[in-house]
């Protein structure tokens, strides 16, 4: 089955050398370059990476310290917002406070004018009983002393 043939061997040798030859100076150069280039761009890929996630991290830490920031503003700004609503609020109360108080001036002026009617009305009333009063003494023409009195009852009469 297997023979040993010294002549076969020598020239499958010699094609098995010229073909690993032709395979060196032909075919490995564009491979080895091929594998250098996969090489470059993988170790830049990764690089790039590298590159990418530091940025990343940095745009993270960046984002966070604005984020804190706008959260302090934020802050700032409804702090703002309390103190002038306060502030709002007590102006409108001291409005108010006024206003009430312009009102219940207002109503004090109207119950003295009020007040100074009434006096007029009454000494008006009390000038037509006295004038009444008056006539009722001229009519008995009674003594000084009766006229007073019938003066004094007619007051108390209509004070009543």
């Known amino acids: 089955m297997f023979e040993f043939e010294p002549g076969l061997m020598v020239w499958t040798s010699i094609s098995f050398a010229i073909l690993v030859f032709l395979m060196y100076k032909l075919a490995l150069p ?3 370059k091929v594998l250098k280039d996969r090489e470059t761009a993988i170790s830049d890929s ?3 990476s590298s590159d990418d996630h530091k940025r990343a991290e940095e745009l993270v830490k960046s984002s966070n310290l604005k984020l804190a920031e706008a959260n302090k503003v934020a802050a700032r700004i409804l702090m703002e917002a309390r103190a002038e609503g306060e502030k709002l609020k007590g102006s409108l109360v001291d409005a108010a406070r006024r206003e009430a108080d312009l009102i219940h001036l207002k109503a004090g002026q109207d119950l003295d004018r009020e007040k100074n009617r009434m006096i007029s009305e009454i000494r008006r009333k009390t000038a037509d009983i ?21 003066m004094e009852g007619s007051l108390k009469e209509w004070q009543k």
């Not at 006295?130 to 000084?144: D, G, R, T």
């Open 46 to 48: 990764l690089k790039a």
């Open 30 to 32: 564009p491979i080895l």
């Open 130 to 150: 006295v004038i009444l009063a008056s006539s009722k003494v001229l009519k008995k023409n009674i003594n000084k002393k009766e006229n007073m009195s019938i």
